[in-house]
């Protein structure tokens, strides 16, 4: 067995074409270059749909069972993290669009909701929870309306779930 070595000259290994530089973090920048939101669509009728639990009717009995006496305190801490979602939602909303109109409903209302507000668009909300703490009732229903509306959907972490 033989050992063969090589020089390699600094000169061959610089590539020749340097392509477009890399995006951030990789471009060794401390900062990322600011792109504004241009307002592109005039106008909107959005339903944003709140998928946060409201109330103990809205828990399965998996729910039930797993939170027992605590059940009040975490639908309480849900019906705060829920406003703040929202209210991000809706600001985003005003950020896209240039005259939105915007409508909040829960998801155990959406399909009364579509039918009365009748939106251009539908933004779902995210979850805390695993499916299987709602009330089944509430996740048949919307499987069957989202199964069959013509609504675009966008849905923001759990609600694409």
Request: net charge negative.
């Amino acid at each position: 067995m033989t050992q063969e070595t090589s020089e390699l000259s600094l000169e061959e290994n610089r590539p020749t074409d340097v392509g477009d530089p890399l995006p951030f973090p990789f471009n060794q920048q401390t900062f990322c270059r600011y792109e504004p939101i241009e307002k592109r669509i005039e106008a909107a009728r959005v339903l944003v749909v709140d998928n946060l639990l409201r109330d103990q009717e809205d828990l399965s009995e998996v729910g039930h069972k797993e939170w027992g006496e605590a059940a009040a305190a975490q639908i309480k801490h849900e019906r705060m993290i829920a406003q703040l979602a929202i209210e991000n939602i809706l600001n985003n909303i005003s950020r896209l669009i240039k005259s939105p109109t915007t409508h909040v409903t829960h998801l155990a209302n959406l399909r009364v909701a579509v039918k009365e507000f009748e939106p251009d668009a539908i933004v779902l909300g995210g979850t805390l929870r695993d499916f299987d703490f709602y009330r089944p009732a509430i996740i048949q229903d919307f499987g069957d309306f989202i199964r069959s509306t013509k609504v675009p959907v966008l849905g923001i972490c759990g609600g694409h779930q």
